[in-house]
């Protein structure tokens, strides 16, 4: 193997070094972008490490079916299930060397697979987030997947991307893994789709769904294709017919963890695009919101009391959520005012949330409360929990 020794490399028509190299090995480098994307926030992924879990750590089983994704434990990261208790989700500690948490996908039992079912795990995208992927354009660019995956299971298996138009055009990837319960890394290219899709991956501005991009852990016929690695307009395909499906092993496993997606003309995945947990969570918080504490926790939610039986508090999020979220609460509390109120149900069907009217940006709110007691109409208060485990949560996720 040969060595070039030179102290910069140049440009035939520039007038400065693009690579300057030291004496002591070391350059320093003019770069404008890294195979073809932009140098920082590369990954279109949130949580792709799977670091957050604001609604639990805990395994979740899958109480209920759903025809959209439904987000119970790893921020961001929700699931699909065409029937219920048929596996669990959460987020675990064993993870490959750069990282340290994955989520979990368990089988609770030895599903015998009928034609319309469908189990993934899976992302969705703002349609303003994407846009610069130029696809359904005559400038579309393609982009690379990487992930790091480990299953019980050996095989080909299957992954998804599909549109804004009814769950089309859709896309489906196969990737192998080839020894049971060991971390593989994926790489894969994600070809762009061209005019014919025009239209399908949201808008500028759009804070609703432009795409959505997932794995498949277990389909039925009605949702199988043999197109792979390919657009097409086929309604919700997210696998095919010869993949694995975890869900069909009772107590099977399949991990997931280091999720990035970027543009990448080169076919090569940069090194994975480590954000801190802070920068994480406030990405996270756009779409979802807890306060939670135990017995005797203010929350620093404060407001007034209307009358004896009604308070109207409000919340302030740290950063703006991407619609008017929906309300969910557990556990007790009271407004800590002068005198408290009785405690209430935080999880009851008579509070409700609003936006404050006062803006058009969606990280002020109120939360009217009905209670009991002795309080004092006119007097201002908190909220304070009145049990262990108590939250209040927002929700506005895709």
């Known amino acids: 193997m040969s060595t070039l020794k030179v102290g910069a490399i140049r440009g ?7 690579i300057t190299i030291a004496n002591d090995g070391t350059a320093d480098a003019n770069l404008t972008s890294i195979a073809g994307a932009q140098l920082a926030n590369r990954n279109l992924m949130m949580n792709g490490e799977m670091i957050v879990a604001q609604r639990s750590t805990s395994a979740v089983t899958n109480t209920t079916a759903g025809n959209n994704l439904k987000y119970e434990t790893i921020d961001r990261w929700g699931y699909w299930a065409n029937a219920a208790s048929v596996f669990s989700i959460q987020q675990v500690d064993d993870s490959p060397v750069g990282f340290s948490k994955s ?3 368990t089988s609770a039992g030895a599903r015998s697979m009928v034609a319309s079912d469908y189990y993934m795990v899976g992302q969705g995208f703002e349609g303003q987030d994407i846009q610069h992927l130029n696809w359904g354009t005559a400038n579309a660019k393609d982009c690379v997947l990487s992930f790091h995956v480990k299953s019980s299971l050996v095989g080909t298996f299957t992954g998804y991307l599909h549109g804004t138009d009814s769950f089309k055009p859709s896309y489906v ?4 893994i080839l020894q049971a319960n060991t971390w593989e890394k994926k790489d894969l290219t994600i070809t762009a789709p061209g005019t014919s899709q025009s239209g399908d991956f949201g808008s500028a501005g759009s804070n609703t769904k432009g795409l959505e991009l997932g794995f498949n852990l277990g389909v039925g016929t009605t949702y199988a294709t043999s197109s792979i690695n390919q657009w097409t307009e086929g309604f919700f395909k997210i696998g095919t017919t010869t993949s694995v ?16 997606f970027e543009v990448n003309d080169s076919g090569k995945p940069t090194e994975y695009e480590h954000r801190s947990f802070a920068q994480e ?5 756009r779409y979802f919101y807890k306060v939670i504490g135990d017995s005797s926790d203010h929350t620093g939610i404060m407001g007034y009391l209307t009358a004896n039986t009604e308070s109207r508090l409000g919340i302030h999020t740290p950063v703006s959520m ?14 800590d005012s002068v ?8 999880s009851s069907g008579s509070h409700t949330i609003a936006p404050v009217t006062t803006t058009k940006s969606p990280d002020c709110f109120q939360l009217q409360v009905i209670h ?13 929990f009145r049990s262990t485990g108590a939250f209040i949560s927002l929700s506005a996720d895709l």
């Open 281 to 285: 969570l406030a990405l996270c918080q």
């Open 173 to 176: 990837f196969t990737y192998t």
């Open 339 to 346: 005198p408290d109120t009785d405690d209430f149900d935080l």
């Open 322 to 335: 991407r619609t008017i979220p929906t309300y969910a609460g557990s556990g007790n509390a009271q407004v």
């Open 245 to 260: 499906d975890v869900v069909a092993t009772n107590g099977a496993t399949w991990q997931i963890t280091g999720v990035q």
């Open 12 to 18: 035939v028509s520039a007038t400065s070094d693009a």
């Open 372 to 384: 009991t007691g002795n309080g004092v109409g006119g007097h201002g208060g908190g909220l304070r």
């Open 103 to 105: 989520l979990k996908f």
